[in-house]
């Protein structure tokens, strides 16, 4: 049976639709559990902060995976919802299961150039955010598909000067969680990508 236009564009929409359901559930059960964490961490005297990453400690390898989900206080966490939700859920619709492996390779070089030139315990979403970021201009540079350079140019534009955040200021903030965080999203965009056998068949 053939497909009218109509039929066609019908389809992509549910297509689109459920992307985005599917993106909104993923970010919004995420953004929760971080908030019910810092909830636990708040009553008990910030216990959960010992999962942050401390630098040049081998016991605290398996704490880059915990790290980007815990923060410093209710204030820390409140500065980074709103980036979090936007960017992951955008980065998100992109393509669940890219993106669930782009928030690994985020997660791991993010947490690993932490652990080598950090100064001190770290811990936050700021990893994932600056991973988001990087993810979403890096697809519209590698993947040259106008609706990734549209959304990278917007992205850009919204975000564009939280890239301040890679250069040491702060003592009391991470930049290197936000530049090896960037980074790692610059990689997954780039390891991800489609071949381009695939997108020209």
Do not use: C
């Not at 630098?55 to 409140?78: E, Q």
């Not at 955008?90 to 150039?113: D, M, T």
């Amino acid at each position: 049976m053939s497909y009218t236009p109509e039929r066609q564009r019908s389809a992509a929409l549910a297509e689109h639709g459920s992307r985005a359901l599917s993106s909104a559930i993923l970010i919004g059960s995420v953004t929760a559990v971080m908030w019910l964490l810092e909830a636990f961490d708040s009553a008990s005297d910030g216990w959960f902060d010992r999962f942050g990453i401390t630098p040049r400690d081998i016991g605290d390898l398996p704490d880059i995976f915990t790290a980007p989900f815990m923060h410093g206080g209710f204030g820390h966490l409140m500065a980074n919802t709103v980036p979090f939700v936007v960017l992951g859920f955008v980065a998100a619709a992109r393509g669940i299961a890219k993106f669930l492996v782009a928030s690994l390779i985020v997660i791991v070089v993010g947490g690993l150039g932490v652990w080598f030139t950090g100064s001190g315990n770290t811990l936050g979403s700021s990893i994932l955010i600056f991973g988001f970021f990087g993810y979403l201009v890096g697809r519209g540079i590698f993947e040259r598909r106008a609706l990734d350079i549209g959304i990278a140019v917007v992205v850009v534009a919204v975000y564009g000067t939280m890239l301040l955040g890679v250069l040491p200021g702060d003592p009391g903030i991470s930049w290197q969680g936000h530049l090896f965080g960037l980074v790692g999203g610059v990689l997954g965009a780039f390891f991800l990508r489609r071949s381009r056998d695939a997108s020209s068949a």
